[in-house]
């Protein structure tokens, strides 16, 4: 849930909630911290309307890890575990150094 600055009284700002779909996502790696940006929207007709909002998230590379884990973690799901290469592969790169 994204959070918006709302005015409230004498210059005083109070985050607003966000409520939306997630529909679409991009990065940037920016060396030692990523900018997430969030594309979401309130509702099929605003979609299809095109009114899309954006939040850019900046995090340090350790908040991403930790919300990848979480969202791996929530839907039961884990990143596929890299296989070997076949041993003709590995006995013919040793040969090539």
């Keep these: 849930m994204a959070k918006r600055a709302v005015r409230k009284g004498a210059g005083v700002t109070e985050p607003a909630h966000h409520m939306g779909v997630v529909v679409g996502w991009t990065h940037q790696d920016l060396g030692t911290s990523i900018d997430l940006r ?16 954006s939040h850019h998230f900046l995090m340090t590379r350790n908040q991403a890890l930790l919300l990848a884990k979480f969202l791996l973690d929530a839907t039961g799901q884990s990143l596929p575990q890299k296989q070997r290469p076949p041993l003709w592969r590995r006995l013919t790169r040793r040969f090539n150094k």
């Design 38 to 53: 969030l594309q979401s929207t309130v509702s099929q007709q605003a979609l299809e309307q095109k009114k899309i909002d």
